[in-house]
């Protein structure tokens, strides 16, 4: 048995994350995103790909279920088009942090998109209403059993409220796509967090293939240096408000600092979507870092008490302030000078590698990130980490193969024969009952022998020896040799003089 995995989209480069893997029949997509870069058919991914050749009469019976990382346009953005427009009527799944503020993302676009810029509408409002009623939410390490062999699991992403690395398994046949996770903790998230998985492939993002980033401590110092002595001379500090999250992020880090210094210089929201968010950030407190948590207590940290709503007036007031401003207000002629400093919620080429070591995949695949980046990125994963790497691009198809696991039944008697006398006897002690899995802390002394019983339409079965008799109602029987005496011995002379011994052989 294989897995196929259909790139739909972040193929070698950023944007329109939307993988679909075929395991063990069972088809999921993994993230329904758009290309912000694009404004013609190719914003989207080649949905049709997935009815060619495949005999499925429509996208439902195509598709056996879609899953959502979390809320960024690049990986949710074509959800309600496909839902709504497609025609896909089967379960979305996604967490609850994404279900509550994806549609504040998806409904914001769409009015940029068509109101704004006079493009044609693709899906209404109505339509992204209809489609999140579609969707089940999932909490974190909750199984969910898709149908009878499909299973999905969601563990802990950071990057942005809500993001979830996806772990699907099938019979044997088990996967992880990590959507877009951080390993490094920040203000207000945690870092990624996994169970150790038996995986056959890991797919997983590397935005930074190649980037090794200093520690964030420094870079926020850096950042609020450079703040701090903008409005110390009078100055106006821009900060674009490019991701819902990292505006939250240097608001907490914005906050506290002016709270320190005794600060009065007003810091200012421009974005209507995120003061919206933040209504949602108070909410789901339980999806921050345990740090948010602790503190919630006595204080929620969404609560700023030095950010204030800004209105487009305030542009031309006298003084210095700083301003969470929207891409168009800096394109726009307000910004004078920009300071460069990454506070990107993805994680770093560090923290692939260490993900990758630690859930040690039979195969891994990269998606979201850029060619020459991941071309080197996946030589790292080859040779530091012996694993076989992939980096297709868009509607390319890679087939991996996986390891089928035989189960097999074994006795009460053969699994003691296979235990230390100190675990023998304390499983005997105990009275263990045995239900099939070998008891914990079962040890073996040198080799052990036993017998495979395979009978049609039964789990196969290993028994020791006298089992076996038993089970087909037979006897046992013994062959025994005697000792050969010299008094027993004749010696046989042939006619070209050669000579044999020849005596009795007894047996029972």
């Known amino acids: 048995m294989a897995i196929e995995c259909l790139v739909l989209g972040a193929g070698q480069e950023v944007g329109k994350s939307c993988v679909v893997v075929k395991i063990g029949g069972k088809r999921v997509m993994f993230d329904c995103g758009m290309h912000m870069g694009h404004h013609d058919s190719r914003r989207y991914p080649e949905f049709e790909r997935l009815l060619a050749g495949g005999g499925a009469a429509d996208y439902t019976a195509a598709i056996s279920c879609v899953v959502i990382t979390h809320f960024h346009l690049d990986h949710i953005g074509a959800l309600p088009y496909f839902t709504e427009v497609c025609g896909y009527d089967g379960p979305v799944y996604m967490t609850y942090p994404t279900k509550a503020l994806a549609p504040l993302m998806l409904e914001d676009y769409r009015k940029v998109m068509v109101n704004h810029r006079g493009e044609e509408e693709q899906y209404s409002y109505e339509d992204i ?68 998985l038996k995986l056959d492939l890991l797919i997983t993002e590397s935005t930074y293939a190649k980037t090794v980033r200093d520690s964030k401590h420094a870079r926020e110092r850096e950042f609020l240096k450079a703040v701090h002595k903008c409005v110390s001379g009078g100055g106006k500090v821009l900060i674009p408000a490019f991701a819902l999250g990292r505006a939250q992020e240097l608001c907490i880090l914005l906050d506290d600092y002016w709270e320190r210094m005794n600060l009065k210089i007003p810091i200012y929201f421009s974005a209507g979507l995120t ?36 209105e487009r007036s305030f542009i031309n007031n006298p003084g210095p302030c700083v301003l969470f401003a929207t891409p168009g207000m800096i394109s726009g002629g307000f910004s004078l000078e920009i300071h460069q400093l990454s506070f990107s919620p993805h994680t770093d080429s560090k923290g692939i590698m260490d993900l990758t070591e630690f859930l ?24 530091e980490l012996g694993m076989q790497c992939y980096y297709p691009a868009n509607n390319e198809t890679v087939s991996i193969p996986t390891t089928q696991n035989l189960k097999i039944n074994a006795t009460e008697k053969f699994i ?37 019983l395979m009978e049609k339409s039964k789990i196969p079965k290993i028994l020791c020896e006298d089992e076996l008799l ?23 002379k042939h006619t070209d003089g050669s000579a044999v011994q020849q005596g009795s052989l007894g047996c029972e």
Request: proline share 4%; with cysteine; charged share 20%.
């Open 129 to 196: 209403l209809r489609c999140m009623k579609k969707v089940i939410p999932l909490d974190l390490k909750q199984t969910i059993q898709v149908d009878k062999n499909l299973l999905i699991r969601a563990y802990y992403a950071g990057h942005v409220l809500g993001a979830a690395m996806i772990y699907a398994k099938v019979g044997d046949a088990a996967i992880v796509y990590t959507g877009d996770y951080n390993m490094t903790p920040d203000r207000h998230l945690g870092a990624a967090h996994i169970d150790r």
């Open 470 to 492: 038993h089970s087909l109602g037979m006897e046992k029987h013994l062959v025994h040799f005697e000792p050969l005496h010299s008094s027993g011995i004749e010696e046989v």
């Open 275 to 310: 003061v919206q968010a933040n209504m949602y950030y108070k909410m789901l407190i339980g999806w921050t870092s345990q740090k948010i948590k602790n503190s919630y207590t006595v204080h929620n940290p969404f609560d700023f008490k030095h950010v204030c709503h800004f």
């Open 360 to 383: 040690s995949p039979s195969h891994v695949i990269l998606v979201h990130g850029e060619k020459p980046q991941m071309a080197f990125l996946k030589e790292r994963i080859e040779s």
């Open 416 to 452: 003691m024969s296979c235990c230390t006398g100190e675990t023998k006897n304390n499983l005997q002690k105990h009275g263990r009952a045995f239900g099939g899995n070998i008891p914990e802390g079962c040890s073996t002394e040198g080799e052990v022998e036993g017998i495979l």
